[in-house]
């Protein structure tokens, strides 16, 4: 039996696409046959709201069936689990609280490694191919739980200026918590929110690619709203608008994933 592999989309930039990819990528991992489970790890539920109606997120965010309330309690996330109407893919949805979570984790035993605690007993069980979690866009304790329960990161940028600024720090935390989880590999950098009219963009890829030691995936994802209908309507856009362009440009990013992490 092949392992389970978790990987987080991590940036502490906000808006760089992260949600946005999560999302996409474990939905076309599991149109493509693979079992995957998503774990929401931000309080503001952008990873649930693609999977579920707006009610049924608030409804479990109330609820104590929560990420919040599971790592809180240091409690097994196997009796977290939700069902979504896609098949193949569930999801472990988060809850507003979890803007404190910090405080909840500060005076914790060994409190890097909770997440990965709590994953142990799903992670084992061999029922999926692949665990997807969404970060907060934050450096702190909490992403440092997300990337020690990780063996791949990956990095969804904005093709900005802005959106390269915060690209150093975010490389630089990775390197602390590889000190503490060996097992971390960053798996590359996907470029989103692309303008290919611009120059900017052609520029950064450049830029990009000259790093040493750091993919960038050959995919990366234009400007597309269809993105956007897609989320109004609870779902990844690629099962909501299949023949989409950035639907397709998400089936090839999900391949080069699953590929790189041995999949
Ligand atoms: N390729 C895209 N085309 C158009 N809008 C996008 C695209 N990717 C993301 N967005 C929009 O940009 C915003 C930020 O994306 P999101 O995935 O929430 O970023 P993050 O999770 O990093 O904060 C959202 O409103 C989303 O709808
Ligand atoms: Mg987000």
């Known amino acids: 039996m092949a392992e389970t592999k978790v990987i ?16 996409n990528v474990g939905a076309a991992l ?9 774990v929401d790890g931000d309080m503001q539920l952008n990873l649930s709201l693609s999977f579920l109606p707006e009610e049924q997120v608030l409804e479990l965010a109330r609820s104590e069936k929560n990420l919040y ?3 809180r309690e ?15 893919l569930s999801l472990i949805p988060s809850s507003t ?16 490694f909770i997440l990965k605690k709590c994953l142990k007993t799903v992670r084992e069980s061999g029922e999926y191919d692949f665990i997807l979690m969404d970060a907060p866009p934050t450096l702190g304790g909490w992403v440092m739980n997300l990337l020690c329960a990780s063996d791949h990161l990956v990095i969804p940028v904005e093709a900005s200026p802005w959106g ?26 996907v470029l989103t929110k692309v303008d290919e009219r611009k120059n900017y963009f052609k520029q950064t890829r450049e830029y990009l690619q000259e790093m040493e030691d ?24 690629v099962t909501y608008r299949k023949s989409s362009r950035s639907a397709k ?13 041995g999949r």
């Open 97 to 112: 609280l979890m803007s404190g979570i910090e405080y909840e984790l500060f005076t914790k035993w060994q409190r890097e």
């Open 69 to 71: 309330h599971a790592i």
């Open 8 to 23: 987080c989309f991590a940036n502490n930039k906000g808006g760089s696409g992260k949600s946005t990819t999560c999302s």
């Open 30 to 38: 599991a149109l493509a046959g693979y079992r995957v489970l998503m």
């Open 74 to 88: 240091q409690k097994d996330l196997k009796d977290y689990i939700v069902e979504t109407g896609l098949a193949g």
């Open 249 to 261: 440009e998400y089936t090839a990013l999900a391949q080069e994933v699953a590929e790189y992490a």
């Open 164 to 189: 390269l600024f915060g690209l150093a720090n975010m490389l630089e935390f990775v390197n602390t918590v590889q000190e503490m989880a060996p097992q971390l590999s960053l798996l590359g950098l």
């Open 214 to 237: 750091i993919r960038v995936f050959d995919s990366y994802i234009r400007v597309d709203s269809a993105i956007e209908w897609a989320q109004d309507n609870s779902q990844p856009v």
